[in-house]
């Protein structure tokens, strides 16, 4: 079955719990799976059945038979780089180097229980070209071409796109050619792309223009002049720089999803809508705003592809989500999954660290352990913030600053405070992430900080006690310094009245939500330069 493990942290006396659980996403109504619903975690590492890290990015997941049973089976293709390991093993580094070391090939019949294949695509392979040389291998997916009973990988490759093939899904790839988009689009490569099949067996490469990647196109694979390549082109968005293109179908409605340009790091997930797969898409010239991904930057990802899961009682879109992590240092994981409700035609992006699916109806669930906080590690603001260059930013996503006395925050980096901290090595061996919480002021200063969770239209703050958590670190003079919560109209604190030169868990216990809503917070009166940095904030609901 998968795994999960979270990175143990190194020091001494302080570990995050090792969660052995199990991952379950169907995408279709062949299997005959039991009525089961098992748990979905997030903001951790995977691992496959035999405990094997599951080293996939930037990659997809495709429905093919079983070439020895022909059994329907998921495999799922991704990118391992090597570095993967290394931040897996040690986050407290974020590394600076992507290196290639092959594509991934894992199997399953319920997405639960993945089995690793093979290394289908190797650098060996890619070595064997006369021209060969090191460079960027990345965003892919695969497509069966009926013509030749042939699978085909595309894959990006330097600055063009690369077509290998095999027999069968979980065989060797190899190369068959790499084409320039140039004549297509105008540049040699693309800016980002995945494969998507639709319900009738065809597949279609979605990416953007190469340049910029103001441009969205999609092209139909299959056979031109005896090759595997792409045999049109149509664009179907120009407007805002995208990347991270993939698509989805959910009631004979197509939606095109990308992300922001913003390297590695988290990005608000975009879509537009269409009843053709060629458009028109909604909102032409400007993509709109999944709902409920503004808090935490699509829970600190990049759109990366999706699953369909049509149960018997309701159809489901599983938002797949690419995290950077060992490249952007932003927390725990490469793979993070989430439910996509919908409001009409409308998408809702159901933020969540952990929740159940049962696999036979499509119903699915928050599991009791799931963190209401969001933006807790404080990883989805992407740099310093107040930030005075692209992405322009003052506020801290998800949370309120308010400063009662001090300087106020603003794009004036020589009077404003930064309201976010730059952890350390030291720091992160025991918290999560480059990035934690900054209270603080040259002068002296009263603030608080705070976040209203409530109930989304789709997942409920239900009625009970919950824990609130987090980790402090603090120094200089303070007349208050407190972490609170309030709920129906009494609130609860944990007051800091010593200074922390380590890392401290600080915790409240029994808030008792009645009315689905709970403010969570911090308040602190400090003279000039007094400092208190918080991270890993969590309200999970009692057992």
């Known amino acids: 079955m998968m795994t999960f493990k979270p990175k143990q942290r190194r020091n001494k006396s302080i570990f995050i719990n090792v969660f052995m659980l199990t991952l379950i996403i169907c995408g279709s109504t062949f299997y005959s799976a039991k ?3 098992l748990n979905i975690k997030n903001d951790v590492f995977w691992y496959t059945k035999n405990k094997l890290p599951i080293n996939s990015q930037g990659g997809g997941i495709f429905t093919f038979p ?3 049973t022909g059994e329907k089976k998921y495999y799922w293709y991704g990118v391992y780089y090597k570095e993967a390991d290394t931040y897996r093993d040690d ?6 180097n992507n290196t290639f070391e092959s594509v991934t090939c894992y199997s399953s019949t319920d997405l639960v229980n993945w089995t690793f294949e093979a290394n289908v695509l190797t650098n060996d392979e890619l070595k064997k070209q006369p021209d060969y040389r090191k460079t960027w291998v990345g965003r892919l997916g695969v497509a069966y071409i009926p013509e030749i009973k042939k699978y085909a990988m595309f894959v990006q490759h330097g600055g063009e796109v690369l077509i290998t093939v095999s027999d069968s899904p ?3 790839f190899t190369w068959h050619q790499q084409i320039s988009m140039k004549e297509m689009i ?3 490569n693309t800016g980002d792309q995945t494969v998507f099949t639709d319900d009738n067996g065809k597949s279609y490469l ?5 340049q910029g990647r103001n441009k969205i196109y999609v092209s139909e694979i299959g056979m031109k002049n005896g090759m595997v390549n792409l045999l049109d082109c149509t664009e179907v968005f120009k407007g805002e720089n995208r990347e991270g293109n993939c698509m989805f179908k959910y009631k004979n409605k197509y939606y095109l999803a990308a992300s922001n340009i913003y390297g590695w790091d988290s990005s608000l997930a975009y879509y537009l809508v269409s009843d053709n797969i060629r458009g028109p898409y909604e909102a032409k010239q400007g993509m709109m705003v999944m709902n409920g991904c503004a808090d935490d930057y699509a829970h600190v990802t990049q759109t990366g592809f999706f699953v369909t899961l049509k149960g018997s009682k309701q159809e489901t879109v599983v938002y797949c989500g690419d995290r950077w ?8 994981g490469y793979n993070q999954w989430f439910p996509l409700s919908f409001e009409g035609h409308t998408p809702y992006f159901n933020s969540l660290g952990s929740w159940n699916l049962n696999v036979k109806t499509g119903e699915w669930n928050v599991a009791p352990d799931n963190n209401f906080v969001k933006n807790g590690s404080f990883e989805a603001d992407r740099r310093t913030v107040p930030n005075p260059v692209k992405p322009r930013q003052s506020f801290m996503t998800g949370w309120n600053n308010k400063v009662i006395e001090g300087n106020q925050i603003s794009f004036d980096t020589i009077t404003s405070p930064y309201t976010n901290h730059e952890n350390s090595e030291s720091d992160r061996k025991i918290v999560i992430g480059e990035k934690s919480l900054s209270i603080s002021d040259k002068v002296n200063f009263k603030r608080e900080v705070s976040q209203t969770i409530t109930s989304s239209p789709f997942v409920k703050l239900e009625k009970g006690s919950y824990s609130l958590t987090a980790r402090v670190k603090n120094g200089g003079k303070f007349t208050q310094l407190e972490m609170y919560a309030t709920s129906n109209e009494k609130t609860l604190k944990y007051k800091i009245t010593e200074e922390n030169t380590e890392w401290k868990t600080i915790k409240i216990e029994n808030i008792k939500v009645e009315n689905e809503k709970v403010i969570i917070g911090f308040l602190a009166n400090g003279s000039a330069n007094a400092f208190c940095y918080v991270d890993d904030i969590s309200l999970v609901k009692n057992r």
């Open 170 to 172: 979980t065989g060797q």
């Open 206 to 210: 979605i990416y953007s223009y190469g």
């Open 91 to 96: 986050p407290s580094v974020t590394l600076k």
């Open 325 to 332: 992590a060992n490249f952007a240092g932003n927390g725990l």
């Open 35 to 37: 009525s089961q619903t």
């Open 186 to 188: 105008g540049t040699t």
């Open 66 to 68: 079983d070439p020895k």
